[in-house]
T-cell receptor
Framework: AQKVTQAQTEISVVEKEDVTLDCVYE???????LFWYKQPPSGELVFLIRRNSFDEQNEISGRYSWNFQKSTSSFNFTITASQVVDSAVYFCALQGARGDTGRRALTFGSGTRLQVQP | DGGITQSPKYLFRKEGQNVTLSCEQNLNHDAMYWYRQDPGQGLRLIYYSQIVNDFQKGDIAEGYSVSREKKESFPLTVTSAQKNPTAFYLCASAGTRGSEAFFGQGTRLTVV
C-alpha cells in the first residue's frame, strides 16, 4: 500500500520568511515517483516538480527547493523569501512503478495550507 | 491550447438525481483519472482509465460510474447511490508512467 503524510495542516508566515513543507511517504516499490503540486484558490492543481526514486539530487528552481532523502522517506519543499502569491494549498504525491496499473494514479497527502501574510 | 477542460464549474444536484460531470483533454494522453476533494482533505481516487474502453475502480468508487468511449473524454456520473456527493471533483490526465498529471479546473458539486 502507498501512503503520503503531510503532517502540517496549516502554516502561517510573514512575507520574506523561509518556510519548509514536510512530506513523508511509504511504498513497497523500489521504483517510484514523487511530485509536488500547488493548489491556488482557483482550485486547479499546478505541477511543481517530479522526482524519481533513483535521483536523490536536491533541486532548486528560483525561490523553490526540494530535499529528497530516501533514507528517511521524505521529500520536503522549501520556499525561500516567501511572498503573498505563494499562499495556497500544497500537495505531495506518490506514484508507484510496479505492474499494478491502479497505482499509476497518484496517491496524495492531505495537503498543507500556506498563508503568507504581508 | 492543450489542456483539460472540466464542465460545468458549479453544479447543483437535487436529492435522488444523477448528474454527469464532463472531462475532455486534447493532450493525447492515454490515462485519465477522477479525484474527489473534500474540505481540508487531500485528493481521493474515484475511477481511472488507462486506455479507451477500459476503466478501473479507485479507492472510493461506490455511487459513481464512468465511461471511456473516446480517448479525449472521461465523463463521471454521480448517481443517487452516492450518499454524500457534495465535494470538489478534479479530472486529470497523464502520459507515460512517471510523467506529471495535468488537472482540470474542477467542478464543485452541491446537493440542494
Amino acid at each position: 500500500a502507498q501512503k503520503v503524510t503531510q503532517a502540517q495542516t496549516e502554516i502561517s508566515v510573514v512575507e520574506k520568511e523561509d518556510v519548509t513543507l514536510d512530506c513523508v511517504y511509504e511504498t513497497r516499490d523500489t521504483t517510484y515517483y514523487l511530485f509536488w503540486y500547488k493548489q491556488p484558490p482557483s482550485g486547479e492543481l499546478v505541477f511543481l516538480i517530479r522526482r524519481n526514486s533513483f535521483d536523490e539530487q536536491n533541486e532548486i528552481s528560483g525561490r523553490y527547493s526540494w530535499n529528497f532523502q530516501k533514507s528517511t522517506s521524505s521529500f520536503n519543499f522549501t520556499i525561500t523569501a516567501s511572498q503573498v502569491v505563494d499562499s495556497a494549498v500544497y500537495f505531495c504525491a506518490l506514484q508507484g512503478a510496479r505492474g499494478d496499473t491502479g497505482r499509476r494514479a497518484l496517491t496524495f497527502g492531505s495537503g498543507t495550507r500556506l498563508q503568507v501574510q504581508p | 491550447d492543450g489542456g483539460i477542460t472540466q464542465s460545468p464549474k458549479y453544479l447543483f444536484r437535487k436529492e435522488g438525481q444523477n448528474v454527469t460531470l464532463s472531462c475532455e483533454q486534447n493532450l493525447n494522453h492515454d490515462a485519465m483519472y477522477w479525484y474527489r476533494q473534500d474540505p481540508g482533505q487531500g485528493l481521493r481516487l474515484i475511477y481511472y482509465s488507462q486506455i479507451v474502453n477500459d476503466f478501473q475502480k479507485g479507492d472510493i468508487a461506490e455511487g459513481y460510474s464512468v465511461s471511456r468511449e473516446k480517448k479525449e473524454s472521461f465523463p463521471l456520473t454521480v448517481t443517487s447511490a452516492q450518499k454524500n456527493p457534495t465535494a470538489f471533483y478534479l479530472c486529470a490526465s497523464a502520459g507515460t508512467r512517471g510523467s506529471e498529471a495535468f488537472f482540470g479546473q474542477g467542478t464543485r458539486l452541491t446537493v440542494v
